[in-house]
């Protein structure tokens, strides 16, 4: 008979690909393709929006995505809002969102699906136990192959589970802004063997999401991740954790700039 434990993290395995289909590799260079983020497509009411971090989205124009395994792309157009500053090293948001318009809309919509709007966990109270998982796309896993003309691109799952926020004064963070959690190098899912082994560096994953799977859905059988956060930020002095924004920040910049009926966060207000 499975554990609680086995039944559970097999529900995390199981929403991959719920995460996968709303998530993309944002690319440079259509000719040396250069993996430059990550990026989560989401729906609120008739709007359709690609979040990412602001320091990838900061090259909007010049980015683009896969559309299909045979290179299609597309450089997706819209309007920008993104979290203005002078210094980006030091923006502890770095978040940006971009209203997808009406000529790339149909091209992607083929490609991805979009993360609903029930399904943005805004005001979460975040639990110190994996119940979490990122899943982006390592600049290190996304490269042509060895004496081929084969660009690959390998996603990157990890379980995950968000620090105390007495330590968040130490990276400069603030727990009604940001989320910290754990990346366990030596730990990491190798979806294609199925086992566990070292991780990759974490450059190219900025504007990945964080996903919450709820330990109730095992009753449901539901499949439903929540987004919780859009992660920004690889701690190269501390490489264990990782840092993003909560997703509260995202749907603050969008009625902030858009007029549209969502709930406010209860947690953070944008201004």
């Known amino acids: 008979m499975d554990t609680f434990a086995e039944d559970y993290r097999n529900l995390q395995f199981a929403s991959m690909s719920a995460m996968r289909s709303c998530t993309c590799i944002i690319m440079l260079n ?43 792309i597309i450089y997706p157009g819209g309007d920008t809002y993104i979290n203005r500053t002078e210094n980006r090293e030091k923006d502890e948001l770095d978040i940006a969102v971009l209203r997808l318009d009406d000529d790339c809309l149909p091209h992607i919509k083929r490609s991805y699906s979009f993360v609903q709007a029930e399904d943005l966990a805004i005001n979460h109270i975040f639990q110190p136990w994996e119940y979490y998982s990122f899943l982006g796309f390592p600049a290190s896993k996304a490269k042509v192959k060895y004496k081929t003309d084969i660009f690959g691109i390998t996603m990157l799952f990890h379980l995950t589970a968000p620090i105390g926020a007495e330590y968040y004064e130490e990276f400069g963070r603030n727990p009604y802004v940001n989320v910290v959690a754990t990346y366990n190098k030596k730990q990491v899912y190798d979806g294609r063997k199925g086992t566990y082994g070292t991780g990759p560096d974490l450059y190219g994953i900025s504007g990945c999401g964080l996903w919450f799977s709820d330990p109730s859905d095992l009753t449901t059988g539901i499949i439903k991740p929540k987004l919780t956060a859009i992660m920004t930020d690889w701690f190269t002095k501390n490489k264990n954790i990782i840092i993003g924004t909560r997703i509260d920040v995202v749907t603050g910049l969008i009625n902030k700039f858009l007029d549209i009926d969502f709930p406010e966060s209860r947690i953070v207000r944008i201004n």
């Not at 359709?48 to 010049?62: I, R």
């Open 30 to 72: 259509k000719t040396s393709y250069k993996a430059h983020g990550t990026g989560v497509f989401i729906q609120i009411q008739n709007h359709y929006f690609l979040v990412s971090a602001a320091h990838v989205m900061d090259k909007h124009g010049e980015f683009f995505i896969f559309l299909s395994q045979e290179k299609e």
